[in-house]
């Protein structure tokens, strides 16, 4: 079983910074891309940001809108993918959810495993 476990979300107002991070854990074989998606109310879920496969040199796609604020950052190994938010507007307010593009352990199938979601509130 595979397992993405989110943390760092939470209250900042506008101007601020936060971090989250998403770490993989359980039977993984090969991690290929990883990335985060958010979801405000009543909203249909986007893509934020993502790491295509090459690792931690892969190439980083960013929505226009959080492009200059926004970097995702991943460890050696590919199990943590980060989020760092800077400046942060209300309109970043929402549940954000990482996703791994995985190959689990005796299977020939490439897979997209997710997290339970984080909550970043950004008000003034």
């Known amino acids: 079983q595979v397992q993405l476990v989110e943390s760092g979300g939470g209250l900042v107002q506008p101007g601020e910074s936060l971090r989250v991070s998403c770490a993989a854990s359980?039977?993984?074989?090969?991690?290929?891309?990883r990335g985060w998606y958010r979801q405000a109310p009543g909203k249909q879920r986007e893509l934020v940001a993502s790491?295509?496969?090459?690792?931690?040199?892969?190439?980083?796609d960013y929505a226009e809108s959080v492009k200059g604020r926004f970097t995702i950052s991943m460890d050696g190994t590919k199990t943590t993918v980060y989020l760092q938010m800077n400046s942060l507007k209300p309109e970043d307010t929402a549940v954000y959810f990482c996703?791994?593009?995985?190959?689990?352990?005796?299977?020939?199938?490439?897979?997209?495993?997710w997290g339970q979601g984080t909550q970043v509130t950004v008000f003034s």
């Open positions: 790491i295509a496969r090459g690792g931690v040199t892969g190439r980083r």
């Open positions: 359980g039977d993984i074989s090969i991690i290929y891309s």
């Open positions: 996703y791994a593009d995985i190959r689990t352990r005796g299977s020939d199938s490439t897979i997209r495993v």
